[in-house]
């Protein structure tokens, strides 16, 4: 395995055509994508482009949905 581990990775996505302009990143969201590549070394530049994306705080049912999901990964294991 390229990550040097047996375990096998799960990745998840979420693609539409349908694209809503007003919408923007949680908060929360954008500052784990720019702790990540802040992480990983990606230049400098990249990490003033992330931090310019205007976001919004994350919605109750944005959290809800995202602990039903985190438990349903839990007990995938």
């Given at each position: 395995w390229p990550n040097g581990s047996d375990a096998p990775i799960n990745a998840f996505t979420l693609a539409s055509d349908?694209?809503?302009p007003d919408l923007q990143p949680s908060t929360r969201y954008m500052s784990l994508l720019i702790a990540g590549a802040e992480e990983h070394g990606l230049p400098p530049d990249w990490v003033a482009y992330l931090r310019a994306i205007?976001?919004?705080p994350e919605t109750p049912e944005a959290t809800q949905a995202r602990a039903f999901i985190?438990?349903?990964l839990l007990r995938r294991k």
């Amino acid at each position: 395995w390229p990550n040097g581990s047996d375990a096998p990775i799960n990745a998840f996505t979420l693609a539409s055509d349908q694209r809503e302009p007003d919408l923007q990143p949680s908060t929360r969201y954008m500052s784990l994508l720019i702790a990540g590549a802040e992480e990983h070394g990606l230049p400098p530049d990249w990490v003033a482009y992330l931090r310019a994306i205007s976001t919004q705080p994350e919605t109750p049912e944005a959290t809800q949905a995202r602990a039903f999901i985190d438990e349903a990964l839990l007990r995938r294991k």
